[in-house]
């Protein structure tokens, strides 16, 4: 590839929203790569937000990275530095960039923030570095800092296929945001930062005996939720979610060591949730490498379940997001 001329490195900023899987992604058969072990579906969330510049510099001898005004040099600088090393590789270039970013959602309320920073990211620094990638490349080029923020670069609702190599990896649109009005409800739980990080649980799947039998059914999980999407079908959309949501639960429970993101807590709103579906409520929950719960509801019953959730004792809050676009620059 021809080596991008210094004269067409520029600043590029992207903006990108975090998502919610419906169809989980945990474990990895390549830790390195990031392929994961089965392909999942999420919805981009709204409101949520990561905005990153990158302005690669001639004059730096290393890059730099700031996150929220306060300037890194730990895991978080080594990880955007790794990144960053794969995007001059591929636009052949030598020169180091400073990062600037901030999300809008507090660090610690629990919402993966991996995915909407390692999204932007991809997609400032490929602009910064005149890489001029279609979205399929961009998806997978961000799967290499965060897997699930391969999902956040497409709009609205989005799939990601597992692949045997880097290029087959990617994510796209099944259906765009306004197709489907749903809401989700992020009940947050706990504010503290999460004991293992999703990086290690990854690679802790293989070692649950429930992990052979997740990889198996996840492929009709993707077909039923896909479907369930395309058909605005709550009913089947909730079933094949909670189904899957427990199911990696389960499998993290069951590794060793064991993973317990849950709390009492969380598991009684779980209960909770069911039993308001049982009663005529379009809403069903999902839950992340952490105790917050996502509730996510058709808009027409979204209010009352956000009412209902806020009276919970130990509710500290709760996010109120919708479908939104991926990643675009600003
Ligand atoms: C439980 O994408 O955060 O939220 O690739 O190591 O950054 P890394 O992992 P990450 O894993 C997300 C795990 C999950 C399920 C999901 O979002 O699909």
Not at 7 to 36: C, E, M, Q, V
Not at 158 to 176: D, F, L, Q
Not at 181 to 203: A, C, F, M, N, P
Not at 277 to 284: I, K, L, S, T
Request: glycine residues 6%; contains cysteine; proline residues 5%.
């Amino acid at each position: 590839m021809a080596k991008s001329h210094p004269a067409n490195l520029k600043p590029a900023t992207a903006l990108a929203h975090p998502n919610i899987a419906f169809i989980k992604y945990w474990g990895n058969r390549d830790d390195a790569l990031r392929l994961p072990l089965t392909g999942s579906i999420s919805m981009n969330l709204s409101g949520l937000e990561t905005i990153t510049t990158v302005v690669p510099d001639r004059r730096l001898k290393a890059d730099r990275l700031t996150l929220g005004g306060v300037s890194q040099t730990g895991a978080a600088f080594e990880r955007v530095s790794r990144f960053l090393d794969q995007v001059r590789r591929l636009a052949n270039s030598v020169v180091f960039a400073r990062v600037t970013s901030a999300n809008n959602f507090p660090a610690g309320a629990g919402i993966a923030s991996s995915a909407s920073a390692f999204a932007a990211l991809a997609l400032a620094a490929s602009k910064a570095y005149a890489l001029d990638l279609p979205e399929a490349s961009l998806s997978s080029l961000a799967r290499l800092g965060s897997g699930s923020a391969s999902r956040s670069i497409p709009d609205g609702f989005v799939e990601w296929k597992p692949g045997e190599t880097h290029a087959e990896s990617y994510a796209w649109s099944i259906a765009p945001p306004e197709h489907w009005e749903l809401v989700d409800l992020i009940v947050i739980l706990d504010q503290t930062h999460k004991i293992t990080g999703s990086s290690d649980g990854h690679k802790l799947a293989h070692t649950s005996p429930l992990n052979a039998e997740r990889i198996a059914a996840v492929p009709g999980r993707l077909d039923v939720c896909r479907q369930a999407i395309l058909q605005c079908d709550f009913q089947a959309l909730a079933e094949v979610t909670e189904a899957d949501s427990e199911h990696m639960h389960a499998v993290m429970r069951t590794s060793t060591p064991s993973l317990i993101y849950q709390t009492k807590l969380t598991l009684d709103i779980l209960a909770q949730i069911k039993s308001w579906r049982d009663q005529g409520c379009a809403v069903c929950a999902t839950v992340d490498a952490g105790p917050n719960v996502h509730v996510i509801a058709e808009k027409k019953d979204g209010q009352k379940a956000l009412s209902r959730l806020r009276q919970i004792e130990g509710v500290l809050d709760v996010l109120v997001s919708a479908p939104s676009p991926g990643a675009r620059l600003i």
